[in-house]
Antibody, heavy 120, light 108 residues
Framework: QITLKESGPTLVKPTQTLTLTCTFSGFSLTTTGVGVGWIRQPPGKALEWLALIYWDDDKRYSPSLKSRLTITKDTSKNQVVLTVTNMDPVDTATYFC????????????WGQGTLVTVSS | SYVLTQPPSVSVAPGKTARITCGGNNIGSKSVHWYQQKPGQAPVLVVYDNSDRPSGIPERFSGSNSGNTATLTISRVEAGDEADYYCQVWDSSSDHWVFGGGTKLTVL
């Protein structure tokens, strides 16, 4: 059974760096083809893809946010970490982590999401 | 960058058929995936690779893709189908994921 869970601060100040951790079970990020991604959703708005990391450490970033994003993995801990620098109130959103596979490039398992508010 | 366009809203009476479109340049050459999201919940995959259904998704959900439009069709719509629906593709030219803007399905 695949599960993913996001963790991190619920409130950050403008200009601070956000660090979110996705802890997962039921699969390994050392298995060929497997990937973990991050997607966010501002309140009342659409889903927005942020970043992906694959089993071979290949990484992909949203073009509009690439300069502010870093995604890493720790296979020994079954974790993926996303950092977002220079946070702004417009970055207020629910952040989801998700399981994917390069054979399909879609999300088959989602985390429950974590709401991050950016406010001074 | 690749753009996916969805209508903001679609309304349908119970028992009827709902069609939600997702427009993109030559989207017919891509694999389109659809997600259902109910308020306060994470999205759920309802159709992948244009027309395949994950296990547990009712046969009432189907998909098609041709030309510049992909379509999610929900037959015999039920009140429980009321949700936001998002299309998604992998843009091979940039190796990025793209989501559509979402469509709110209202069951009258």
């Amino acid at each position: 059974q695949i599960t993913l869970k996001e963790s991190g601060p619920t409130l950050v100040k403008p200009t601070q760096t956000l660090t979110l951790t996705c802890t997962f079970s039921g699969f390994s990020l050392t298995t060929t083809g497997v990937g973990v991604g991050w997607i966010r959703q501002p309140p009342g708005k659409a889903l927005e893809w942020l970043a992906l990391i694959y089993w071979d450490d290949d990484k992909r970033y949203s073009p509009s946010l690439k300069s502010r994003l870093t995604i890493t993995k720790d296979t020994s801990k079954n974790q993926v970490v996303l950092t977002v620098t220079n946070m702004d109130p417009v970055d207020t959103a629910t952040y989801f982590c998700a399981h994917t596979d390069r054979t399909g490039d879609y999300v088959d398992y989602w985390g429950q999401g974590t709401l991050v508010t950016v406010s001074s | 960058s690749y753009v996916l366009t969805q209508p903001p809203s679609v309304s349908v009476a119970p028992g009827k058929t709902a069609r939600i479109t997702c427009g993109g340049n030559n989207i017919g050459s891509k694999s389109v995936h659809w997600y259902q999201q109910k308020p306060g919940q994470a999205p759920v995959l309802v159709v992948y690779d244009n027309s395949d259904r994950p296990s547990g998704i009712p046969e009432r959900f189907s998909g098609s893709n041709s030309g510049n439009t992909a379509t999610l069709t929900i037959s015999r719509v039920e009140a429980g189908d009321e949700a936001d629906y998002y299309c998604q593709v992998w843009d091979s030219s940039s190796d990025h994921w793209v989501f559509g803007g979402g469509t709110k399905l209202t069951v009258l």
